[in-house]
């Protein structure tokens, strides 16, 4: 049985992470899960796996501990940060599913690669804050790191079998073709968005995600922080990949070759697709996810993205090609952007708006370590607070 520790059981990506283990319980045992809001729904998912472990924030600790014994259940309960490392990196876990939101991930995640478990990567952010320290660690604990996003398993797809032992340029590929659905607002103008409610931004054409990434489609800044994780997966730079904006989200990304091919790899979106992928890579399971019927899925369509009117994609790229913690900057000032989207305290396009500024207040340092890279995140945090209070209401 092979073990696995799923970090961020209660959200999307943990949900559909749950029914891809339940269908293949022969092979994977759930061995700990965290949560950190939703606790009802971690006690459920504890009920009905029974993990070792359950991590959750240390004010709950004590209440959901007693939760799980008066239920008669096993699980040890592990408290915060500690017990997310605990977990991420224990001795008897081989597969490690990385699917907090937000920078809260890194740490977790890193823990994971340290402990040389095979990582499949939901939570982009970790790469983006600290890309190159990330791919390092990855390279000298021989981690195995796999992608789950979607545009990223496609492109995994579709590379030669040698992923990441020889530049993508000496096995012929010229660049990356990354598809983005264009969101909810795709068509829309800079002033058709100015009034857009987060009940608006977060209700997804085609993906049911959690909150934050579902603004982050919206606003284009999920495509950004998608270009910078391809960037550091793949060891290219911004110029090899091309956004490529496709409606349908039935083509989840592309490999264009030297000699005119381009490989793609389609299916229904539905995220226990890639999930399943990486679980079981080089292997093949079943994912619960019907096979794409292409007659229903009639014409595929394409078009290139507005930046005029969704500017975080070349906000994104600019903090890549900038370097150092400029990245991490970007990342810090776009969640608290998007929670006070979310709580109305500040209208769509003002998102993009206070990123910039964030960045235009804050140095880029060289990211040599961690420390410095954690004390950026908290200062654009910091910078993005008071900045938010300048803002006026929409
Ligand atoms: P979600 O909001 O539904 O779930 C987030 C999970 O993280 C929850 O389990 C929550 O309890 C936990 N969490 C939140 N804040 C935390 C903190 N401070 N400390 C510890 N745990 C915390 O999010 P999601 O949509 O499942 O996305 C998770 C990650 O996967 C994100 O990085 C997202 O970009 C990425 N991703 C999601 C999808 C998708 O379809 N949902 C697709 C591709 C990539
Ligand atoms: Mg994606």
Redesign the pocket.
Known sequence: MIQVSL??????????TLDVLARNADRYQLFAV?????LDQ?FNICCQFQPSYA?V?QESAASFRQRLADQGLATEVLEG?EG?ATIASHEAVQVVV?????A??LL?TLAAVEAGKRILL?????LVVAGALFMDAVRKHQATLLP???EHNAIFQCLPDHFGKQPLADQGIEKLLLTASGGPFRGWSLSDLAGVTPAQAVAHPN????????V?SATLM?KG?ELIEACWLFNLQPASIEVVVHPQSIIHSLVSYRDGSVLAQLGNPD?RT?IAHALAWPERIDAGVAPLDLMTAGALHFEQPDEQAFPCLNLARQAFISGGTAAATLNAANEVAVEAFLQKRLAFNQIPELIEEVLQLTNIQPANNLDILLSEDRHARDVAGRCLTRFSKP
Do not use: C, F, H
Not at 7 to 16: H, Q, V
Not at 122 to 126: H, S, Y
């Open positions: 970090l961020g059981a209660t959200g999307s990506i943990g949900e559909s965290s949560g950190y809001r939703r971690l991590v924030p940060e997310l990385a699917a907090i939101v937000g809260a991930g977790p939901a939570n982009k952010e970790a789950v996003d979607s993906w049911s995600m959690g909150q934050k990434i579902s982050d999920n922080l995220m890639p």
